[in-house]
Structures are given as structure tokens and as C-alpha cells.
């Protein structure tokens, strides 16, 4: 019985050290991510209120909308995985995310006017304007409501209306635990996930993770720092719930008269498809790019993508076309 006693009190107290390390590691790391987060960015001031914004590089302006989760540094990185470089990149923090406050009226509307209000203060006539995922009602409602702002539009894995089959995500076990870590605010929840089932995450993010495990070096490292990127959790939780909560509707999209292109994959687990499908055939003249496979971070498909949009911007005029 000694011996039983002795070995449990062992395991405890190797339990008890392992928990105080990860807990020591996840205090420093979030340390660390808070720092991060609270440099690269400046705060405009406008009449509808404060909104933070990153300014970065220089050429054509252009404007990156986050998706859900985001932020300033999700913009920032997803504009130069996308388009590369040669441009101007401002990345504003939506409503909720980061330090930018959520005002009386947090509506996609509301979020484009504050971001023409933005263009004119940084005294940018006209922008190239990229809306990824939940970012794309904002830069659709831009092009719509402010159309000499907007050079060109490209929706990303648009989370928008689509009236047969709308935009979701499953509610497996894995996500139900993901729901509860987002709905709590919960940082070290998501921390520790990301450290022990990273692939719940990958999932709960709109992508199959067997294809994010076939896929090169250096696709899995984007995967997973856009994993690490929704961290702090709690710095953009109440950005989340605005973009979780309302019911999508059916916007204007034929009033938009920017040269529009919109790109999705078959795979995509927020199934943002049928909406691309929607958009496309309702703005004039929209492009619409669909891959088979790369699910909502367009897994593999980096350098299509890429090449897709910069020939776009090329066909615009924006960029001379063996840029």
C-alpha cells in the first residue's frame, strides 16, 4: 500500500510541475503577444469615433479588411500573403478587435463609412480594397456606399449572404469546445489547444486538417501562425461576437461598379461558396476564381491566388502585367 501511495504521490507531484510549467510558459507567451499587439499600429481619431490602423510599405494603396478573429496584424499578413509587394497596406482593426472600441452602430455600414472616413484622413483618394471572410461585408458596403474610394474589389473567402445555402460551420465536438473557448474569451483555452489538438483549431478555422498535413513546410507554418494570430482571444472577442451574431441579408451588390474579383474553395468548411457564387452573379461584371481544394485559408493555393489577383490588378491598369 506504501508503495501505491508513493507512486501516486510521485505522479502528483509530476502533474503539479508539468501544470506550473505550461501555466508559466503560457503567462510568458501571452506576455509576449500582448506586447506584440499593442505596437505596429496607430489610433485615427474620427467623427464616428476612434479606429486602429496599421500603415505599411509603400505604392498602391491598399486597403485590407480582416476576417473574423482578426485584427490590424491579421490584415497586415494576409495582404502580403496575397497580393505581395508594391503596396501601400492599410490594415485597419474592425469594430471590437484590438483598439477599436465598439461604437453604438457596429454594423458592416456603419464600418465603411468610418474606413472611407479613414482613406480621407490618410488623405488616399482612391484604395485597392480587399474584404477576406467576415471583412468582406465591410468592403462590399464600402464599394457600395463609397464607390469613389474603391479602385478595385476583391472578396476573399467572402462570408456574405447567400440565400440556399449560407455561410456555417459545423458543430462538432471538436468546434463546440472552440465555440466555448472563443465565447468565454478564453486565452488559455485557445493557448492550450493550439499547444496540445492544434487541429481542432485548424478545423474550427475552415480547413480540413489532413489537407493543411499534406501540405508543404511552409503552407503548415502560415496555417498555424494564423492559429497563433486570433491571440490574445480576449483582445478580440467582442469583435467576434459581432460577426458571429447577426443574421446575414441580402445586400445591393448590383450598385457596386468596381472592377470586382471574388475567390473561394469547394472545401471551404464555412462554406463560403454558395455566397461567392451569389456575389458574382449579382455584381456587374465580377470574376469569380474557385479552387477545388485549400478550405478557408486557401491552403496550397498561395501562389495561385497571388498570381490570380496580381493579374487582375494588371487588367485594371494598377500594376504593369509582367510586375
Not at 493550439?194 to 485548424?202: A, T
Amino acid at each position: 500500500m506504501s508503495r501505491i501511495i508513493g507512486f501516486l504521490l510521485v505522479m502528483l507531484i509530476a502533474v503539479a510541475t508539468a501544470s506550473g510549467v505550461a501555466f508559466l510558459l503560457y503567462r510568458n507567451e501571452l506576455a509576449l503577444l500582448h506586447e506584440g499587439v499593442s505596437r505596429g499600429s496607430r489610433i485615427a481619431s474620427l467623427d464616428s469615433g476612434p479606429v486602429e490602423y496599421a500603415d505599411s510599405g509603400a505604392g498602391i494603396p491598399l486597403l485590407s479588411i480582416h476576417g473574423a478573429g482578426g485584427g490590424f496584424d491579421q490584415g497586415l499578413a494576409l495582404a502580403s500573403s496575397l497580393v505581395g509587394e508594391g503596396f501601400r497596406i492599410i490594415a485597419p482593426s474592425r469594430y471590437g478587435y484590438l483598439r477599436t472600441p465598439v461604437p453604438q452602430d457596429p454594423s458592416p455600414a456603419a464600418q465603411a463609412d468610418a474606413l472611407a472616413a479613414l482613406l480621407t484622413k490618410l488623405d488616399v483618394s482612391k484604395a485597392v480594397v480587399v474584404g477576406v471572410s467576415a471583412g468582406a461585408r465591410s468592403a462590399v458596403e464600402l464599394g457600395r456606399r463609397h464607390p469613389d474610394k474603391v479602385a478595385v474589389l476583391i472578396l476573399v473567402v467572402p462570408a456574405l449572404y447567400s440565400p440556399a445555402s449560407p455561410v456555417s460551420i459545423d458543430v462538432g465536438r471538436g468546434n463546440r469546445f472552440a465555440f466555448w473557448a472563443v465565447n468565454t474569451g478564453g486565452d488559455f483555452a485557445w493557448w492550450a489547444a493550439e499547444n496540445i489538438v492544434p487541429s481542432v483549431l485548424i478545423r474550427f478555422i475552415g480547413v480540413r486538417p489532413a489537407l493543411v498535413a499534406a501540405a508543404p513546410q511552409a503552407e503548415r507554418d502560415r496555417v498555424m501562425s494564423f492559429v497563433r494570430g486570433v491571440e490574445p482571444l480576449s483582445l478580440r472577442f467582442s469583435g467576434i461576437n459581432i460577426d458571429s451574431a447577426p443574421e446575414l441579408h441580402e445586400q445591393p451588390l448590383a450598385e457596386i461598379a468596381a472592377p470586382t474579383l471574388i475567390v473561394s474553395a469547394r472545401d471551404d468548411l464555412f462554406n463560403t461558396l454558395p455566397a461567392a457564387e451569389f456575389a458574382a452573379a449579382r455584381i456587374p461584371r465580377a470574376k469569380l476564381v474557385v479552387y477545388d481544394t485549400g478550405g478557408h485559408l486557401l491552403v496550397g493555393r498561395t501562389q495561385e491566388v497571388r498570381t490570380a489577383i496580381r493579374t487582375f490588378l494588371a487588367g485594371a491598369g494598377l500594376i504593369p502585367s509582367n510586375h
